[in-house]
């Protein structure tokens, strides 16, 4: 009977660690190598992730920022992401969150940037809310979700 439990113990937490695989760190090889260095010169720290070895996540930190940049197997860049400070912002999008959530102040700030374009998730706090906006570079902004603090 114990080893029958033993048995299936581990069955379950095999099956469970295939279906809820978490991304390891791991090398890539040289043509995302290559493209990785042609595109993000001066990159430190550098860390690769995969999870399925199709798609590579690369995190690391360039002119004191935190990017993470996704690229296929063959090298091809597909997304960049990374924290900005407010003053990084386009005066577009500054403006228009300044004058409709003047109240409330930024505390995060992530540029997403994929096939030419770029959108920004901006999280504003206000006294009794957290506000997570989805934004343009023109100045265009829609509510992502508002969530009341406890």
Same mark, same amino acid.
């Not at 998730?121 to 957290?130: A, C, M, R, S």
């Not at 100045?139 to 406890?150: D, E, F, M, P, Y």
């Given at each position: 009977m114990k080893k029958? &439990? #033993? #048995?299936? $113990?581990?069955? #379950?937490? #095999? %099956?469970?660690? *295939?279906? =809820?695989?978490?991304?390891? @760190?791991?090398? /890539?090889? $040289?043509? &995302? @190598?290559? +493209?990785? $260095? @042609? %595109? =993000? *010169?001066? *990159?430190s720290e550098v860390k690769w992730y995969t999870d399925d070895n199709k798609t590579f996540t690369a995190?690391?930190?360039?002119? +004191?920022?935190?990017v993470t940049a996704f690229f296929d197997d063959a090298g091809t860049l597909l997304a960049t992401s990374r924290y900005l400070e407010p003053e990084q912002l386009p005066l577009a999008l500054t403006s228009r969150i300044n004058k409709r959530y003047a109240k409330d102040s930024i505390y995060? &700030? /992530? @540029?997403?940037?994929?096939?030419?374009?770029i959108v920004y =998730? &901006? %999280? !504003?706090?206000?006294?009794?809310?957290?506000t997570v906006l989805k934004a343009d570079g023109s100045? +265009?902004?829609? /509510?992502? +979700?508002? !969530?009341?603090?406890?």
């Open positions: 029958l &439990i #033993l #048995l299936m $113990s581990a069955a #379950l937490l #095999l %099956t469970a660690g *295939a279906l =809820f695989a978490n991304p390891y @760190e791991t090398k /890539v090889n $040289s043509k &995302i @190598e290559h +493209s990785f $260095s @042609e %595109t =993000f *010169a001066g *990159a995190k690391f930190n360039m002119r +004191s920022s935190k995060c &700030i /992530v @540029e997403y940037a994929a096939n030419g374009n =998730f &901006i %999280t !504003l706090e206000g006294k009794d809310t957290w100045g +265009s902004t829609s /509510v992502q +979700s508002r !969530l009341k603090k406890a």
